[in-house]
């Protein structure tokens, strides 16, 4: 896969997608709850190729949710597929509701499918750096590294950046927890 002109990445929720509309993003990947309607942000946007998937950002089934499923990481990873095959300069902009769970896990998918080469740790601790408040979603993260054959990489990188999370703000324990999330919190605490 052609990565070269593959040169920005931006990670945000909905309330932050007018500040992205004036840097030629090229391409959207949208991650949206299944009852929530389109933003409106998009129309004044320049020209992009957009999809948009909807699931709940969640990681357990649970009465009225829908999971992410590995249908939805295939569409995630066949839209980097396809932007790195455009011969354009790409500026991929993917959001979620708030820009810390499910976006990350699909950057960070992106990143490993275009740097196969490059350790897990690295593409982890670099989207961290770019979103300092990611919160990838696991569940996600197990399909792409198994895609991928990170044989675990990507989610023990994660399961790391979880950890360093819940050490940064301790209250992120009780509010993963609610969010029916307390296996990654419990897998992030097992060391």
């Known amino acids: 896969m052609r990565t070269e002109n593959l040169h920005l990445h931006t990670v945000c929720g909905l309330d932050e997608l007018v500040e992205h509309e004036a840097r030629g993003v ?11 309607a389109d933003p409106t942000a998009f129309a004044t946007y320049g020209t992009h190729h957009r999809i948009t998937l909807r699931f709940h950002d969640a ?15 295939e569409t995630i990873l066949a839209f980097g597929r ?13 959001h979620c509701h708030v820009g810390i769970s499910r976006s990350t ?15 897990a740790d690295t593409l982890i601790a670099r989207l961290h750096e770019q979103r300092e408040k990611a919160w ?31 050490r940064k703000r301790p209250q992120l324990d009780a509010i993963m ?5 307390g296996a990654e919190v419990d897998a992030a605490l097992r060391d």
């Open 26 to 36: 090229s391409h959207i990947l949208s991650i949206l709850d299944p009852d929530r």
């Open 59 to 73: 990681i357990a089934p649970a009465p009225g949710i829908v999971l992410p499923e590995r249908e939805d990481m």
């Open 82 to 94: 396809e932007a790195a095959a455009s011969e354009a300069e790409v500026h991929i902009l993917v």
């Open 105 to 119: 896990a699909a950057l960070a998918s992106l990143l490993a499918q275009g740097e196969p080469d490059t350790p």
């Open 136 to 166: 990838p979603n696991a569940r996600m993260i197990a399909f792409a590294d198994a895609m991928l054959g990170r044989g675990g990489s990507l989610s023990e990188a994660v399961r790391r950046l979880h950890a360093l999370q819940l």
């Open 177 to 181: 927890r609610d969010l029916n999330r």
